[in-house]
């Protein structure tokens, strides 16, 4: 349970990232309105506020959320953008969720 839990706050924490950053992009890149600035900074508090609830020390939270982020903006690209991931896409978000694994999962003796 505590790996589920784990798992899905590293994807909330992704999203909110990936939001709070996408959304200037839109105004900046796609002459959307500037107004997207305010829920963006919202989106990236929650992101910074988020990876204070893992029960682990900070270095090991922030090399573990890596990997999950790197999955989940494989998704995103696959979503949002409309661009299918490659076969080598998919292999190294594989590779940067085993990675995410044994950093947070390994057995530790302190």
């Avoid at 997207?36 to 989106?43: D, H």
């Avoid at 990236?44 to 890596?66: I, S």
Wanted: glycine share 8%.
């Amino acid at each position: 349970m505590f790996e589920l839990k784990t798992i899905a706050l590293f994807a909330l924490t992704a999203l909110a990232e990936i939001v709070g950053c996408y959304l200037p992009y839109l105004w900046l890149r796609q002459d959307k309105s500037i107004w997207l600035l305010i829920p963006a900074a919202a989106c990236l508090a929650l992101f910074a506020w988020l990876l204070t609830l893992h029960p682990t020390a900070t270095g090991r939270v922030y090399a573990a959320y890596g990997g999950v982020y790197i999955f989940v903006a494989l998704l995103w690209l696959w979503g949002v953008d409309g661009v299918k991931p490659t076969m080598w896409d998919i292999i190294g978000g594989s590779i940067a969720l085993i990675g995410m694994s044994i950093i947070m999962f390994a057995p530790r003796n302190a």
